[in-house]
RNA sequence: GGCGCCGUACCCAAGUGGCUAAGGGAGAGGUCUGCAAAACCUUUAUGCAGCGGUUCGAAUCCGCUCGGCGCCUCCA
């Protein structure tokens, strides 16, 4: 079976054939390029731009787990309008800013157990890439100055508007644009290389003195990693039009070949029913969260379990709910590792693991379907549950199906929470409050041993009596 | 105004032509237990926004209606 993902360039779901020629095995094949877009580092990123970079975080997970190999880049935009309004507001430097909320980016995407991407290049590093592909521009006749900034005509790029499926730019009813406000020769046009304004950082380059349009950026970020097409391009639906659109104006018209073979894109988040930005003022950073208790891990649930095609409507609520879906993985964990039994594994435990790898990969296979994935992966959950409260498995079954989680994990990141020993609680003294309960309780003194429950209870340390003895664990 | 998406149980959410409509949360009953928890078992949609139509057969396809959202402008 092959693993298809919808691409919004034609409107199917497409199978993945990285470097664009079929090969019979998947390791036949050549790492997948993938480029993402970035944040743009001004200010606390929202959950809302964690559920993109959340989900390229799962893409690129799942098709190392599936046996492909990736190459993967994302940018930093570390120089547009809101950070140079930003840097200016703080006053401080552009660098000083940017370096700033670049660092907190990657600390939340840290927090929220994503993986670093094999390239992560800066708009301020890669200027000499820009300055490369709008060259290549002007000598192809792709673009025309006015007032000191260069832009791109799109009229001459004849499928302008195949990925957003806007042929003709329509115009919203009751809004008329005057083209006679634009510094453009057609209001589609978009800014290549901007001219300098008063006391605002700019470039000395053989275009002209300036800085970058907010397109070129990916465009040469591009050209300059990977050079050629590249087989995956991600980010949210909102940067379809115009950004990738041109983009692909861009790069096709400078260098003459496809741009992106697979372009995936991640609907929005949603607060109280409508899109969570900035700009309306309607959104949760990670830290507002994390500051109200609630964990980066279940977050991450959150929004690894809704399908990246679909709306998501982010409530407190669902956070909770996650939290407690977490709960089966702890609890699981903490019962697999107690299990003591030797002799000869199960004949049927096997069986049980390959089916789950099988179901989880027919599920996820099918447009990334993480839902139904996440499904199969509870059905295990319980299968093994009941075997455990048969004592139907031993050290070994134990073993194997910790192994088949570990591997099920690397795609999820999700399942083993790492720190489980929380600062601040001492592990001698409960496990002495514990010897001490027992003792109340061999001697049938229930109320200290209800009194202890108690005291470790403050402490958010919760008791379970086991037929054998008695484990503890942190409430989340 | 143009383009597109969505509406499945108390909540979240799969399923997109054919056995009894996944899974998670929450609730109820039970097993176990000094108590509690965990786990397990049972249970909660003759029903998939509404109305028509196509079909032997539809949550699934088509049409209309209602409701919600997104893009068309910086935005993940």
Redesign the pocket.
């Known amino acids: 079976m092959a693993l298809r993902i919808y691409n919004t360039l034609t409107g199917s779901a497409d199978e993945l054939v990285p470097g664009g020629i079929k090969k019979e095995k998947i390791g036949d094949y050549p790492p997948v390029t993938i480029y993402s ?4 580092v001004y200010g606390y ?2 959950i ?2 964690f ?3 959340v989900f390229n975080d799962f893409l690129r997970r799942y098709l190392k787990f599936r046996g492909f190999r990736v190459d993967h880049a994302m940018n930093i ?1 570390d120089v ?3 950070t140079i309004a930003g840097a200016v507001t703080e006053s401080i430097s552009l660098k000083e800013y940017t370096e700033r909320y670049t660092a907190i980016f990657q600390e939340d995407l840290t927090a929220l157990n994503i993986e670093p991407v094999e390239h992560t290049p800066k708009a301020t590093e890669s200027i000499g890439a820009m300055i490369e592909i709008i060259d290549l521009l002007v000598k192809k006749g792709y673009a025309y100055a006015m007032e000191g900034s260069l832009y791109f005509p799109v009229d001459r790029f004849k499928s302008y508007g195949r990925l ?3 042929n003709s ?5 009751g809004l008329r644009y005057d083209t006679d406000e634009y510094a453009k020769d057609d ?2 046009d ?1 800014v290549l290389w901007k001219a300098p304004k008063e006391n605002e950082i700019y470039w000395d380059t053989p275009v002209g003195k300036g800085r970058p349009g ?1 397109h070129i950026e990916c465009s040469a970020m591009i050209r300059k990693i990977f050079k050629t097409t590249i087989d995956i391009h991600t ?9 990738h659109e041109n983009e692909i104006a861009q790069s096709e018209a400078a260098y003459g070949e496809q741009f992106v073979r697979h372009w995936i ?6 607060v109280n ?7 309306l003022g309607n ?1 949760y950073t990670l830290r507002d969260l994390l500051a109200k208790g609630y964990s980066a891990r279940s977050i991450r649930f959150l929004l690894v ?3 990246y ?5 982010f ?1 407190i ?2 956070i ?3 939290d ?2 977490l ?2 993985f702890d ?2 964990l ?2 697999l590792k107690e299990i003591k039994k030797e002799g000869a594994p199960n004949p049927h435990v096997p069986n049980l693991i390959d089916s789950i790898f099988a179901d989880f990969t027919g ?1 996820v296979d ?2 990334l ?1 993480i ?2 994935g ?6 295990f ?2 299968a093994v ?2 075997m ?2 048969d004592e139907k498995l031993t050290r070994m079954d134990a073993d194997s199906i910790m192994l088949a989680l570990k591997k099920i994990d690397a795609v999820l990141g999700f399942i083993f929470s790492e720190g489980s020993e929380k600062p601040g609680i001492d592990a001698a003294w409960v496990e002495s409050m514990i010897a001490e ?1 027992l003792a109340a ?1 061999n001697s049938k003194d ?2 200290r ?2 009194a202890i ?1 108690r005291i470790l209870l403050e402490k958010g340390i ?5 037929r054998e003895d008695t484990r503890w664990k942190i409430r989340n």
């Open positions: 877009c970035g944040p743009t990123a929202h809302g731009n559920r993109t970079f935009t547009d309008d809101k957003s499926r806007l730019r329509e115009i919203k009813s209001v589609r978009f907010w980010g949210g639906v909102d940067l379809i039009f115009p950004h894109h991640v609907e929005h988040l949603l029913g409508s899109k969570m930005s900035k700009s959104f379990s809704a399908h095609r679909k709306q998501f409507n409530t609520d669902g909770s709910q996650a407690q879906a709960e089966r609890n699981l903490i019962r599920a099918d447009d379907n839902s139904r996440m499904g199969m992966v509870f059905e959950i319980h549950n009941t455990i409260n309960r309780r229930y109320g041993a209800d429950r919760i008791l379970e009596d086991t």
